[in-house]
């Protein structure tokens, strides 16, 4: 029970930390008003939150060598608060960076340690909880455009609006991570990572494991993080309506909540290395459909299979590397892994946004996304069918 009730608080916390990565997505359009910067730098500024969520993953996993899981989820909480904080008062574009990068950071240093602590948790269903796990940080992505419109729509002016947003979070962070450090205190702490004590030396011995992940979710992440930053935009310069348009982000990701459970138990029961490669493929599918088809009716369709093959992602990638990697490594290992994906996938919102700038086409931008990821992915079965992925 006292393992359930932190678990509980892990959840609350991974909910907020990723409402802090994908809550800047709907507010682009209130920034780019506000301050009178264009696509280009709406896309930096997006991307600084997950340059934030990638630099720290590395050096947390050095830091798990040295000090217990829970304590570092405890840091990430002060983190959060501190930089939600910052970034209500922010007087300018400038200092809203600062605020984003530090928002991004909280979330780096939860998703190494928090993912690591749920998987030894529980070993025996590795799948299920982070399918679960995973479904409580989809649903802070479901609620991010609805909250957003509603602090916008409450607001007597927009930037008035944007500002409630932050400061929300930076309350609410401050209450989990006060409920994150009473429930760990009382709770059966697991000693799985015990000997987890090489950094360095995890990273050699488990880099094909490493590396696979890196390749699958690095770039597909890449992609995804141009997509899903500029999904409002993109609608829009699709024809929808303003309203239309920023809620068909949430289209996508409420898709995601279901996916985030079910893809946890099928990565439970499916081999792990062609179940990862079958939704990449289909995620190409969903690419290639999305840029062909206009309409509101065909558009929201696309964006629901998108958002559900997307999700199905994550789970299944954290199942296969937490459920494959040995204790001895787990920590060290998956950390290296993090620190690496987050790295290649942080400047796709940047790319996207200087593609735009130059006058290129969303429908073009992504279209070539998705034929460079036609080449990966041939790359890859073509990889797994001479054994060259661990399993």
């Not at 501190?82 to 998703?111: H, N």
């Not at 599918?285 to 093959?309: D, E, I, M, N």
């Amino acid at each position: 029970m006292s393992r359930r009730r932190l678990f509980g608080s892990l959840c609350a916390s991974v909910f907020l930390v990723n409402m802090a990565r994908v809550v800047f997505a709907p507010l682009l359009s209130e920034f780019i008003d506000t301050f009178g910067i264009g696509e280009a730098t709406a896309g930096l500024l997006v991307t600084l939150v997950w340059v934030g969520s990638a630099a720290p993953r590395l050096p947390i996993g050095w830091l798990l060598t040295k000090v217990d899981r829970h304590y570092v989820v405890l840091a990430a909480g002060v983190v959060l608060t501190l930089a939600a904080s910052f970034a209500t008062v922010a007087p300018g574009i400038d200092v809203l960076m600062l605020a984003a990068v530090g928002m991004g950071l909280a979330s780096g240093v939860y998703f190494i340690a928090g993912n690591t602590l749920v998987s030894e948790l529980f070993p025996e269903r590795v799948g299920r909880v982070m399918g679960i796990h995973g479904t409580a940080s989809q649903l802070a992505a479901v609620v991010a455009a609805p909250f957003v419109t509603v602090a916008l729509g409450l607001s007597v002016r927009a930037v008035a609006g944007w500002r409630a947003v932050f400061a929300a979070i930076a309350v609410a962070a401050a209450v989990v991570t006060v409920a994150l450090f009473v429930t760990a205190r009382g709770a059966d702490l697991p000693e799985a990572g015990a000997e987890d004590r090489d950094l360095f030396g995890a990273a050699r011995t488990e880099w094909r494991t490493i590396l696979t992940g890196v390749l699958i979710l690095g770039v597909a992440g890449f992609v995804w993080q141009g997509v899903f930053n500029f999904y409002e935009l993109y609608m829009l310069d699709k024809g929808l309506s303003p309203a239309v348009a920023r809620n068909a982000l949430t289209v996508v990701f409420g898709a995601g909540v279901p996916a985030f459970a079910i893809s946890g138990r099928l990565a439970d029961r499916l081999p792990h290395v062609p179940y990862l490669l079958a939704v990449l493929g289909a995620f190409v599918a969903c690419l290639f459909a999305l840029v062909s088809v206009s309409g509101l009716v065909p558009l929201l369709v696309v964006s629901t299979v998108l958002g559900y093959v997307i999700h199905s992602l994550f789970p299944a990638m954290d199942t296969y590397l937490l459920d494959t990697l040995p204790d001895a490594t787990r920590g060290s290992a998956y950390a290296v892994y993090s620190a690496s994906m987050m790295i290649v996938q942080a400047a796709g919102s940047s790319v996207v946004g200087t593609l735009r700038s130059a006058g290129f086409a969303y429908d073009a931008v992504f279209g070539a996304a998705a034929a460079g990821l036609v080449v990966l992915l041939a790359g890859l079965v073509a990889a797994q069918r001479a054994s060259w992925l661990p399993e």
